[in-house]
């Protein structure tokens, strides 16, 4: 059962079908390519916004569904639903819709940008699944995009793999967003809402009993995924809904460790737990939940396979531990993992040397500098700390010329920018960048003093 239609399943271009209406020229002001995807009440096109200069996603209900009064009433409804979000979710593992209309002299639709690549249902199977390492990755990422959506009053009710984005290299997803938010449960919106939505497969007791739900339920949704991703088959399966549901209520799914080789103990507990009957069993929150699953990227659990390079999730989780960043929200934080130059630095090796010009700043995440001026040793550094960020924060290029040497004492992980690529940040992460850098320009002023024996004083 499904009171929602099925998602597309994929971006990719459609074939064609004789049975369908003729491919649009245009919907609003957007020029139409092509046909991406279509499901029981909506058609997906790719299209071309003149206005940004880039490719979109429209998402537009069927001409059939809305002849029906009463399907047309429910399709407006979960219309109006996804419609209220638009230009009101910025993360980067969510679909952002730039822009909805609902004009009565059209079909509706929505503006999406578009995510090239394809849904997790290619991964569903058993012929076709992911190493766990990335499974988790997939997790950890699907939890941080749930948990910022749960911080907006927003639960997706509809969280599967076809409304899981996928971009691919290879074999490997490298990157994923959460898609079709026509099911949302939105805590601020004024509207009456449509309850006992969702896809059968994937829906927790509650939200099938038509209970109050809370991000418990969207838990119980991304654990079964997970399940279906790791065993190559849904926590419950029947041929007819109502045995489905009758397992929802009373069955528990097989052992994870029966279903596939290899999978440790702390990934099946997790992905158990998120399937507990009673919400109260479950993991508490979306908090909860990611940093079980960014545990077991650091500790590294299961093989690695060709996923030899530092995960997303554990840079995240690197950065989340450092004092620079505390003050930075998850999508700012989640922007630098993405922007940021990740460099590695042997001992001995010099970051800097006096008399050079700087065009680049280090945060160091795990290791040690010494600096050095004149041959003598000023001041050891280590993770959480910044170097050379005069390179952004001085206001002459006189000042960008490096009055000191700054050697690596231990082996060192670091995150560089310039003043170019810090330009390309969002306006919220450059503003958290400039408080973080305030912090440690007072800090070091206050050592300074303190060394001085002026501890009241700051001249």
């Known amino acids: 059962m499904s009171a929602r239609p099925p998602a597309p399943e994929s971006p990719s271009p459609a074939p064609p079908d004789a ?21 029981a009440t909506s058609e997906v096109f790719l299209a071309h916004d003149p206005f940004r200069g880039e490719d979109v996603a429209i998402k537009r209900v069927r001409r059939s569904t809305m002849v029906d009064a009463r399907e047309a009433h429910l399709q407006r409804r979960f219309f109006a639903a996804e419609a209220a979000l638009a230009g009101q979710l910025h993360h980067p593992n969510v679909v952002q ?85 026509g099911s949302v449960f939105n805590s601020g919106a004024d509207i009456t809402q449509v309850h006992r939505v969702g896809s059968l497969a994937y829906m927790s007791p509650e939200q099938l009993d038509g209970d109050t739900v809370d991000c418990r339920a969207d838990i119980y949704s991304l654990s079964a995924v997970l399940y279906h991703l ?26 994870l460790a029966a279903l596939r080789e290899g999978v440790p103990p702390a990934l099946a507990d997790l992905v158990e737990r998120g399937l507990a009957k009673d919400r109260e069993s479950r993991p508490a ?13 650091s500790a590294r659990l299961v093989p690695r396979g060709d996923l030899q390079s530092v995960l997303d999730s554990e840079r ?37 040397r006096k008399g050079e010009d700087g065009n680049t700043f280090h945060i160091i995440t795990q290791g040690k500098v010494e600096v050095f001026r004149d041959g003598q040793l000023v001041a050891r550094l280590g993770a959480g700390t910044s170097v050379g960020e005069m390179a952004y924060l001085a206001p002459n290029p006189e000042l960008r010329t490096h009055s000191a040497d700054v050697l690596v ?51």
């Open 19 to 39: 049975s369908s209406e003729p491919l649009p020229q245009r919907i609003g002001k957007y020029p139409v390519k092509a046909k991406i995807g279509e499901g």
């Open 316 to 352: 995240f989780t690197l950065l989340r531990a450092q004092e620079f960043f505390a003050r930075f929200g998850d999508v700012e934080l989640w922007e630098v993992v993405h922007r940021a130059k990740w460099e590695r630095h042997t001992f001995g090796q010099a970051l800097y």
């Open 230 to 255: 790791i065993a190559g088959r849904p926590p419950f399966d029947a041929t007819e809904q109502r045995a489905i549901m009758y397992q929802i209520f009373n069955a528990t799914p097989p052992r």
């Open 285 to 297: 929150n979306w908090d909860e939940f990611a940093q079980a699953l960014s545990q077991m990227a």
């Open 97 to 181: 819709i730039r822009d909805a209309v609902s004009d009565d002299e059209e079909l509706p639709y929505l503006v999406m940008e578009y995510v090239p690549g394809v849904t997790l249902r290619r991964f569903c199977r058993a012929d076709a699944l992911l190493p766990l390492a990335q499974v988790i990755e997939v997790g950890f990422k699907c939890a941080m995009a749930l948990n910022y959506c749960w911080r907006q009053g927003l639960i997706h009710r509809d969280v599967k793999p076809a409304n899981v984005l996928a971009m691919i290299d290879g074999d490997r997803i490298v990157d994923l967003k959460i898609s079709d938010f």
């Open 409 to 459: 004492a231990e082996p060192t992980t670091t995150v560089s920018f310039t003043p170019e690529t810090l330009a390309q940040l969002s306006i919220t992460t450059m503003s958290a960048f400039d408080k973080a850098f305030i912090g440690v320009l007072v800090r070091r002023l206050h050592a300074a003093h303190e060394a001085l024996a002026h501890p009241r004083r700051i001249m």
